[in-house]
Protein backbone atom coordinates (compact mmCIF):
# COMPACT_ATOMS: atom_id res chain seq x y z
CA UNK A 1 0.00 0.00 0.00
CA UNK A 2 1.50 3.21 -0.61
CA UNK A 3 2.13 5.72 2.18
CA UNK A 4 1.02 8.93 2.16
CA UNK A 5 3.65 11.92 2.46
CA UNK A 6 2.88 13.09 5.89
CA UNK A 7 3.68 9.53 7.33
CA UNK A 8 7.21 9.99 5.91
CA UNK A 9 9.79 11.48 8.36
CA UNK A 10 11.87 14.83 7.77
CA UNK A 11 15.03 13.57 7.05
CA UNK A 12 17.90 15.25 9.38
CA UNK A 13 19.79 17.87 6.89
CA UNK A 14 23.18 15.71 6.40
CA UNK A 15 21.06 13.76 4.32
CA UNK A 16 22.02 16.14 1.36
CA UNK A 17 26.15 15.58 1.90
CA UNK A 18 26.56 12.45 0.41
CA UNK A 19 24.81 13.12 -2.95
CA UNK A 20 26.08 16.50 -2.96
CA UNK A 21 29.23 15.81 -3.34
CA UNK A 22 29.03 13.49 -6.09
CA UNK A 23 27.36 16.51 -7.98
CA UNK A 24 30.43 19.00 -6.47
CA UNK A 25 32.81 16.25 -7.98
CA UNK A 26 30.74 16.17 -11.65
CA UNK A 27 31.24 20.26 -11.73
CA UNK A 28 27.85 21.66 -9.95
CA UNK A 29 28.27 23.90 -7.21
CA UNK A 30 26.34 23.98 -3.86
CA UNK A 31 24.48 26.80 -5.15
CA UNK A 32 22.90 25.26 -7.55
CA UNK A 33 22.28 22.16 -6.21
CA UNK A 34 20.52 23.81 -3.08
CA UNK A 35 18.72 26.19 -5.52
CA UNK A 36 14.92 26.62 -4.18
CA UNK A 37 15.83 24.75 -1.21
CA UNK A 38 16.12 27.64 1.22
CA UNK A 39 18.85 25.87 2.40
CA UNK A 40 22.57 26.68 2.53
CA UNK A 41 26.08 24.61 2.36
CA UNK A 42 26.69 25.28 5.80
CA UNK A 43 23.13 24.58 7.36
CA UNK A 44 23.90 21.00 5.99
CA UNK A 45 26.36 20.23 8.33
CA UNK A 46 23.94 20.88 11.16
CA UNK A 47 23.49 17.68 13.33
CA UNK A 48 20.37 19.34 14.58
CA UNK A 49 18.42 20.80 12.09
CA UNK A 50 16.10 18.81 10.02
CA UNK A 51 14.42 19.63 6.40
CA UNK A 52 11.03 18.89 4.98
CA UNK A 53 9.96 16.43 2.52
CA UNK A 54 9.43 19.04 0.03
CA UNK A 55 12.82 20.27 0.52
CA UNK A 56 14.64 17.08 -0.10
CA UNK A 57 12.58 16.79 -3.21
CA UNK A 58 13.39 19.75 -4.70
CA UNK A 59 17.13 19.20 -4.28
CA UNK A 60 16.60 15.87 -6.17
CA UNK A 61 14.72 17.24 -8.76
CA UNK A 62 17.45 20.21 -9.45
CA UNK A 63 19.96 16.87 -9.96
CA UNK A 64 18.25 15.39 -12.38
CA UNK A 65 17.83 19.06 -14.24
CA UNK A 66 21.15 20.01 -13.76
CA UNK A 67 22.92 16.68 -14.94
CA UNK A 68 20.40 16.11 -17.82
CA UNK A 69 21.13 12.07 -16.72
CA UNK A 70 17.70 10.17 -15.81
CA UNK A 71 20.08 7.64 -14.00
CA UNK A 72 21.67 10.40 -11.79
CA UNK A 73 20.46 8.57 -8.86
CA UNK A 74 22.65 5.36 -9.08
CA UNK A 75 25.55 7.88 -9.07
CA UNK A 76 24.21 9.62 -6.19
CA UNK A 77 24.05 6.28 -3.86
CA UNK A 78 27.56 5.62 -3.95
CA UNK A 79 28.78 7.62 -1.03
CA UNK A 80 25.91 6.32 1.42
CA UNK A 81 28.26 3.82 3.26
CA UNK A 82 27.31 2.27 6.63
CA UNK A 83 28.57 5.00 8.66
CA UNK A 84 26.54 7.67 7.15
CA UNK A 85 23.82 6.23 8.75
CA UNK A 86 24.91 6.73 12.53
CA UNK A 87 23.60 3.97 14.70
CA UNK A 88 21.64 1.89 12.08
CA UNK A 89 24.52 1.76 9.62
CA UNK A 90 26.82 0.41 12.78
CA UNK A 91 24.19 -2.07 13.80
CA UNK A 92 24.76 -3.19 9.98
CA UNK A 93 28.14 -3.56 10.69
CA UNK A 94 28.88 -5.48 13.50
CA UNK A 95 26.31 -7.86 12.41
CA UNK A 96 27.55 -11.18 12.57
CA UNK A 97 26.30 -12.90 9.66
CA UNK A 98 24.70 -11.44 6.20
CA UNK A 99 21.37 -13.07 7.43
CA UNK A 100 21.08 -10.75 10.61
CA UNK A 101 22.64 -7.50 8.79
CA UNK A 102 19.30 -7.94 6.58
CA UNK A 103 17.16 -8.72 9.54
CA UNK A 104 18.67 -5.20 10.99
CA UNK A 105 17.79 -3.73 7.35
CA UNK A 106 14.52 -5.35 7.51
CA UNK A 107 13.36 -4.19 10.94
CA UNK A 108 15.12 -0.49 11.41
CA UNK A 109 15.22 0.12 8.23
CA UNK A 110 13.09 3.44 8.88
CA UNK A 111 16.43 4.31 10.61
CA UNK A 112 18.09 5.36 6.97
CA UNK A 113 17.06 7.74 4.62
CA UNK A 114 15.25 6.17 2.29
CA UNK A 115 11.44 6.27 1.82
CA UNK A 116 10.79 2.36 0.99
CA UNK A 117 10.27 -0.55 2.77
CA UNK A 118 13.19 -3.20 3.00
CA UNK A 119 12.72 -7.24 2.67
CA UNK A 120 14.74 -10.28 2.30
CA UNK A 121 13.99 -13.85 2.28
CA UNK A 122 15.08 -16.90 0.22
CA UNK A 123 12.72 -18.60 -2.87
CA UNK A 124 13.46 -21.17 -5.51
CA UNK A 125 15.57 -18.36 -7.10
CA UNK A 126 17.73 -17.78 -4.39
CA UNK A 127 18.23 -15.51 -1.73
CA UNK A 128 16.67 -11.93 -2.29
CA UNK A 129 16.44 -8.46 -1.19
CA UNK A 130 13.98 -5.77 -2.02
CA UNK A 131 12.32 -2.66 -1.43
CA UNK A 132 8.85 -1.53 -2.06
CA UNK A 133 5.97 0.62 -1.13
CA UNK A 134 7.37 3.70 -2.68
CA UNK A 135 5.21 7.21 -1.70
CA UNK A 136 2.77 9.38 -3.81
CA UNK A 137 5.48 11.63 -5.68
CA UNK A 138 6.15 12.21 -9.39
CA UNK A 139 7.59 9.22 -10.98
CA UNK A 140 10.85 10.78 -11.98
CA UNK A 141 11.49 10.95 -8.61
CA UNK A 142 10.36 7.95 -7.21
CA UNK A 143 12.83 6.29 -9.96
CA UNK A 144 15.79 8.76 -8.71
CA UNK A 145 14.84 7.42 -5.12
CA UNK A 146 14.89 3.83 -5.84
CA UNK A 147 18.28 4.08 -8.21
CA UNK A 148 19.95 5.82 -5.17
CA UNK A 149 18.98 3.15 -1.96
CA UNK A 150 19.39 -0.01 -4.59
CA UNK A 151 23.14 1.47 -4.92
CA UNK A 152 23.31 2.60 -1.68
CA UNK A 153 22.32 -1.43 -0.20
CA UNK A 154 25.31 -2.76 -3.04
CA UNK A 155 27.80 -0.27 -1.45
CA UNK A 156 26.35 -1.05 2.43
CA UNK A 157 26.62 -4.72 1.45
CA UNK A 158 29.99 -5.01 -0.15
CA UNK A 159 31.08 -2.84 2.84
CA UNK A 160 29.63 -4.67 5.56
CA UNK A 161 30.89 -8.55 3.74
CA UNK A 162 34.37 -6.72 3.03
CA UNK A 163 33.99 -8.04 -0.49
CA UNK A 164 32.25 -6.74 -3.46
CA UNK A 165 28.52 -7.57 -3.28
CA UNK A 166 27.80 -10.04 -5.85
CA UNK A 167 24.42 -9.81 -7.14
CA UNK A 168 23.27 -12.50 -9.29
CA UNK A 169 20.14 -10.79 -10.69
CA UNK A 170 18.55 -7.33 -10.80
CA UNK A 171 15.12 -6.33 -11.40
CA UNK A 172 13.73 -2.62 -10.81
CA UNK A 173 9.74 -1.51 -11.17
CA UNK A 174 10.81 1.34 -13.60
CA UNK A 175 11.58 0.93 -17.03
CA UNK A 176 15.21 1.67 -17.54
CA UNK A 177 15.37 4.64 -19.10
CA UNK A 178 16.54 2.88 -21.97
CA UNK A 179 19.71 2.77 -19.89
CA UNK A 180 20.19 -0.82 -19.60
CA UNK A 181 23.67 -1.59 -20.39
CA UNK A 182 23.87 1.51 -17.46
CA UNK A 183 22.25 -1.02 -15.24
CA UNK A 184 23.88 -3.73 -16.21
CA UNK A 185 27.52 -1.98 -15.64
CA UNK A 186 26.97 -0.09 -12.48
CA UNK A 187 25.56 -2.93 -10.37
CA UNK A 188 27.79 -5.96 -11.96
CA UNK A 189 24.98 -8.02 -13.03
CA UNK A 190 24.46 -9.18 -16.67
CA UNK A 191 20.75 -10.23 -15.77
CA UNK A 192 18.42 -7.03 -15.19
CA UNK A 193 14.90 -6.47 -15.84
CA UNK A 194 12.98 -3.30 -15.74
CA UNK A 195 8.88 -3.45 -14.95
CA UNK A 196 9.23 -5.84 -11.74
CA UNK A 197 6.63 -5.44 -8.87
CA UNK A 198 9.54 -4.32 -6.54
CA UNK A 199 13.13 -3.32 -6.79
CA UNK A 200 15.39 -6.58 -5.73
CA UNK A 201 18.34 -8.42 -5.63
CA UNK A 202 18.87 -11.98 -6.19
CA UNK A 203 21.98 -13.52 -4.49
CA UNK A 204 23.41 -16.78 -3.61
CA UNK A 205 21.72 -18.20 -0.53
CA UNK A 206 24.95 -19.72 0.96
CA UNK A 207 26.10 -15.68 1.63
CA UNK A 208 23.32 -15.81 4.20
CA UNK A 209 24.70 -17.36 7.24
CA UNK A 210 28.33 -16.77 6.50
CA UNK A 211 30.54 -14.77 9.13
CA UNK A 212 30.77 -11.18 8.44
CA UNK A 213 34.59 -9.49 8.96
CA UNK A 214 33.49 -7.02 11.31
CA UNK A 215 31.08 -9.69 13.30
CA UNK A 216 30.76 -8.24 17.03
CA UNK A 217 28.95 -10.80 19.27
CA UNK A 218 27.50 -7.65 21.11
CA UNK A 219 25.78 -6.60 17.90
CA UNK A 220 22.25 -6.88 19.42
CA UNK A 221 23.52 -3.37 21.63
CA UNK A 222 23.20 -1.70 18.42
CA UNK A 223 19.86 -2.94 17.65
CA UNK A 224 18.94 -1.88 21.03
CA UNK A 225 20.03 1.49 20.14
CA UNK A 226 17.95 1.47 17.06
CA UNK A 227 14.79 0.50 19.33
CA UNK A 228 15.47 3.54 21.76
CA UNK A 229 15.21 6.01 18.26
CA UNK A 230 11.76 4.31 17.67
CA UNK A 231 11.06 4.57 21.56
CA UNK A 232 9.03 7.93 20.08
CA UNK A 233 5.68 5.44 18.90
CA UNK A 234 5.33 5.10 22.82
CA UNK A 235 2.81 7.69 24.43
CA UNK A 236 3.83 10.68 23.70
CA UNK A 237 4.91 12.49 27.16
CA UNK A 238 6.98 15.58 28.29
CA UNK A 239 10.51 16.53 27.84
CA UNK A 240 11.00 15.75 31.84
CA UNK A 241 9.65 11.73 30.88
CA UNK A 242 11.97 11.83 27.98
CA UNK A 243 14.96 12.85 29.38
CA UNK A 244 14.31 10.13 32.26
CA UNK A 245 13.51 7.57 29.32
CA UNK A 246 16.79 8.03 27.92
CA UNK A 247 18.91 7.17 30.99
CA UNK A 248 16.96 4.00 31.67
CA UNK A 249 17.68 2.86 27.77
CA UNK A 250 21.53 4.39 28.01
CA UNK A 251 22.83 0.93 28.45
CA UNK A 252 21.40 -2.26 26.79
CA UNK A 253 19.69 -4.74 28.75
CA UNK A 254 20.17 -3.44 31.91
CA UNK A 255 17.68 -1.03 33.41
CA UNK A 256 18.98 1.36 36.51
CA UNK A 257 16.82 2.30 39.49
CA UNK A 258 15.07 5.26 40.98
CA UNK A 259 18.63 5.96 42.88
CA UNK A 260 21.08 6.08 39.68
CA UNK A 261 18.76 8.29 37.65
CA UNK A 262 18.04 10.67 40.43
CA UNK A 263 21.71 10.84 40.91
CA UNK A 264 22.82 11.31 36.80
CA UNK A 265 20.02 14.08 36.86
CA UNK A 266 21.09 15.84 39.79
CA UNK A 267 18.44 15.67 42.23
CA UNK A 268 16.73 13.42 44.82
CA UNK A 269 14.80 10.62 44.61
CA UNK A 270 11.64 12.27 45.87
CA UNK A 271 12.01 15.03 43.62
CA UNK A 272 12.11 13.04 40.56
CA UNK A 273 9.18 11.25 41.67
CA UNK A 274 7.53 14.23 42.63
CA UNK A 275 8.14 15.45 38.85
CA UNK A 276 7.09 11.71 37.30
CA UNK A 277 3.83 12.37 38.90
CA UNK A 278 2.93 15.99 38.09
CA UNK A 279 3.23 14.35 34.69
CA UNK A 280 1.33 11.30 35.77
CA UNK A 281 3.55 9.21 35.62
CA UNK A 282 5.82 6.63 37.67
CA UNK A 283 9.43 5.41 37.78
CA UNK A 284 7.74 1.94 37.68
CA UNK A 285 5.28 2.57 35.29
CA UNK A 286 7.20 4.62 32.92
CA UNK A 287 10.17 1.44 33.54
CA UNK A 288 6.88 -0.85 32.29
CA UNK A 289 5.93 1.40 29.93
CA UNK A 290 9.34 1.15 28.15
CA UNK A 291 9.78 -2.46 28.31
CA UNK A 292 6.35 -3.34 27.27
CA UNK A 293 7.14 -1.05 23.98
CA UNK A 294 10.50 -2.25 23.22
CA UNK A 295 9.07 -5.81 23.97
CA UNK A 296 6.26 -5.11 21.59
CA UNK A 297 9.02 -3.82 18.21
CA UNK A 298 10.67 -7.31 18.72
CA UNK A 299 8.26 -9.26 18.80
CA UNK A 300 6.06 -8.08 16.24
CA UNK A 301 9.18 -6.36 13.94
CA UNK A 302 12.10 -8.78 14.50
CA UNK A 303 12.88 -12.58 14.38
CA UNK A 304 14.82 -12.94 17.17
CA UNK A 305 13.57 -15.73 19.92
CA UNK A 306 12.05 -14.94 22.88
CA UNK A 307 14.96 -15.93 25.30
CA UNK A 308 16.86 -13.13 23.45
CA UNK A 309 14.42 -10.31 23.75
CA UNK A 310 14.27 -11.14 27.42
CA UNK A 311 17.80 -10.09 27.54
CA UNK A 312 17.55 -7.15 25.47
CA UNK A 313 14.85 -6.10 28.35
CA UNK A 314 16.86 -6.64 31.42
CA UNK A 315 15.39 -9.77 32.36
CA UNK A 316 17.93 -12.59 33.56
CA UNK A 317 15.33 -15.27 33.04
CA UNK A 318 12.69 -15.55 30.44
CA UNK A 319 9.99 -16.61 32.13
CA UNK A 320 9.90 -13.71 34.15
CA UNK A 321 9.48 -11.57 31.13
CA UNK A 322 6.86 -14.05 29.93
CA UNK A 323 5.03 -13.45 33.13
CA UNK A 324 5.66 -9.28 33.04
CA UNK A 325 4.44 -9.55 29.01
CA UNK A 326 0.94 -11.27 30.31
CA UNK A 327 0.72 -9.23 33.07
CA UNK A 328 0.90 -5.95 30.20
CA UNK A 329 -1.11 -7.22 27.23
CA UNK A 330 -3.01 -10.67 28.59
CA UNK A 331 -0.96 -12.59 26.56
CA UNK A 332 2.36 -14.71 26.56
CA UNK A 333 4.98 -13.35 24.11
CA UNK A 334 4.81 -16.02 21.55
CA UNK A 335 1.07 -15.72 21.59
CA UNK A 336 0.95 -12.51 20.65
CA UNK A 337 3.82 -12.63 18.31
CA UNK A 338 1.33 -15.23 16.31
CA UNK A 339 -1.38 -12.47 16.56
CA UNK A 340 0.87 -9.88 15.07
CA UNK A 341 1.86 -11.85 12.41
CA UNK A 342 -1.55 -12.86 11.26
CA UNK A 343 -2.48 -8.95 11.42
Known amino acids: MTRLIRELPNHPARVLLPPLEVMEALGYSASQCLLGT???????????LRISLQQEFRFYRNTLQLSGNPVIGLK???PFIPQRYGLFGYALLSAETFRHALAIAENF?????????????????????????????????????IDRDMSAAQVDFSEIMGVPFPIERLLMPHDGKGRKQAYRDHFGCASVEFG????????????????????DPDSRRHLQQQCQLLIAKLTAH????DEVRLLMLARPGYFPNIEYV??????????????LKNEGSTFRDLLDEIRYGLAREYLGNTRLPIDEISSLLGYT???????????????????WRQQADLA
Open 38 to 48: GLSLSQLADPN
Open 109 to 145: GRLTFSLFSFHYGVSESGAWFSMDNPPPIEQDLIDLY
Open 196 to 215: AADARFYFSAELLDAPLPRG
Open 317 to 335: EAANFSHAFKRWSSHSPSA
Open 262 to 275: AERMGMSTRTLRRK
Open 76 to 78: LGE
Open 238 to 241: GSFI
